[in-house]
């Protein structure tokens, strides 16, 4: 697409509903399109739209190895439920292999560097393959996330980049999930609204930032997936 093509698109589907954006991102972009799935709550219903309408979007996530057990386990309820493949994208390194080159915990001295190399590296291999990629990430989560828009060119990795839930709120999406009986993380409820890797996520307490949780302590407030790079598309 050309940048003036993904902008039109961009204004064309603002208002549009969830569903509608992802079938318009498979009618334009499958077989070369793909869903990242964190397994967050976002994640799982992003993953039920797409289920619900059988469309042909390949799933994956970026199996760190250093998920929460309730993390795995949603993850093979989610494939049960909807009959579905969550393909593991996992670092060139197992974590012993990573603590053996780089010395142990990287996460508690380089959290920058560990996620590029169990997050970031396997991402960009993975995104190689496809024309574009679906998010479920939303405005109000970050300020970083603020104007990303619904379709956009995504400069980092080199492809088309769709973000179906950019005006979703939380409660919109709690209230979808409760409608529709998605499965999701049970650590939702235990006061993780963020939840990446157990190394890095902690609980947040009331009235704190719903990301304060991740990487606590650390000026860290991404892992890098979703930092705008702006570098126009070919035309
Ligand atoms: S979230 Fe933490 S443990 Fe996971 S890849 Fe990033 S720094 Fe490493």
Sequence with gaps: ??????????????????????????DRFAPRLTFATS???EDCLVTDLIARAKLPVDLFTLDTELLFPETYALWKRIEEKYGVTIKAVKPARTVAEQASAEGPALWTREPDRCCDLRKMRPLGATLANYDAWITAIRRDQTP??????VVGWDGRFGLVKINPLVRWTSDQVRAYVAEHEVPYNPLHDRNYPSIGCMPCTSPVMPGEDSRSGR??????????LHLRIPVRAES
Excluded: F, Y
């Design 1 to 26: 697409m050309t940048s003036e093509a993904i902008k039109e698109a961009a204004r064309d589907l603002e208002t549009a509903s969830a569903a509608d954006i992802v079938r318009w991102a498979a």
């Design 39 to 41: 397994l967050g709550i």
């Design 144 to 149: 970083e996330r603020a104007n990303a828009p």
């Design 215 to 224: 990487w606590r302590g650390q000026e860290k407030t991404e892992c890098g």
